[in-house]
């Protein structure tokens, strides 16, 4: 009896067809934590007042931001519940809880209290919600993703009112297209991401799976807005402190650093696909299995 569980334990161990799998959840878990850690750390560097010194700052903002990373990924997790229960309506929760995430990573960049200010993206605004404010909501306009609206509304055709209303997203669905031109990657796709909106083919394979995945981009797009908070003189102007006056009150300095970093991580065909960070986190997310690279 022992003899064949060590027998067993063997084969397991060391046979060379069984490859142990590295763990993409604590992978992801740590890439997360991680990243919202360090960012918003170096930011409330940038950002601190004269009179905390530059290590305190690191690591206020370092434990801070890790745990916006914490509800950042717990957002990302939910979006697999689009796809299991196979209902939109999970986008809500997901995009609520991202949201959560991106605002606490972000006061911590800024030196602020991790609750300071909310804010969510929603189509082509940005609400901020601070009960310390005289006035409490502010909207702004978001000008990248206005531009990316407008180029999905012409490369969709038809504006997906159901499915906006449904996810929190703003999405274009082609009335017959099967598949799209993606004019940025120069490939053929049933759906893409382009930050301030979605756009869909008509009839895809996997709807749920590919709109989770899609939605997990439209958050990778959000979490780099964070290097905004590392420009002083731009953060100074999208404070909504100092945004009172002049066209920051109506519109947020929107950077879409996510295009340099997705496109530097290089883009490669099949079977190569998701050897790019960021469609192997979508693809993980999404789908919870694991993703071969
Ligand atoms: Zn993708």
């Not at 991680?34 to 290590?55: D, E, P």
């Amino acid at each position: 009896m022992h003899r064949k569980l060590l027998l067993l334990i063997a084969i397991l161990f060391f046979s060379k067809d069984v490859k142990p799998q590295p763990n993409q959840d604590l992978h992801l878990f740590v890439y997360n934590v991680g990243f919202n850690g360090l960012t918003a750390g170096i930011g409330s560097m940038i950002n601190k007042s004269k009179s905390t010194k530059l290590h305190t700052a690191f690591i206020q903002g370092l434990w801070k931001g890790s745990v916006g990373g914490l509800f950042i990924y717990a957002g990302k997790k939910t979006t697999y519940l689009i796809n299991k229960e196979k209902t939109y309506l999970y986008g809500w929760p997901a995009k609520l809880i991202h949201s959560v995430g991106l605002s606490v990573t972000e006061n911590a960049a800024l030196a602020k209290p991790a609750f300071a200010n909310y804010h969510i993206n929603l189509g082509l605004t940005r609400l901020d919600f601070n009960l310390e404010k005289k006035s409490k909501i502010q909207v702004r306009i978001l000008p990248v993703s206005l531009i990316t609206i407008l180029f999905g509304f012409k490369e969709g055709r038809r504006f997906d009112f159901d499915k906006t209303i449904r996810t929190g997203e703003t999405i274009f669905t082609h009335p017959t297209n099967t598949l799209l031109q993606n004019r940025l990657l120069g490939d053929f796709t049933e759906a893409y991401s382009l930050g301030g909106c979605l756009v869909f083919a008509k009839d895809v394979s996997e709807p749920f799976q590919l709109f989770s995945h899609e939605l997990v981009h439209q958050f990778q797009y959000r979490e780099n807005m964070i290097f905004s908070t590392w420009l002083p003189k731009q953060n100074k102007r999208a404070s909504t402190q100092k945004s009172k006056k002049g066209i920051f009150k109506y519109f947020y300095p929107e950077v879409p650093s996510f295009w340099l970093v997705y496109v530097a991580d290089g883009i490669q065909p099949p079977p190569n696909y998701f050897k790019n960070f960021y469609e192997f986190e979508a693809e993980r997310f999404s789908t919870n299995k694991y993703v071969p690279r």
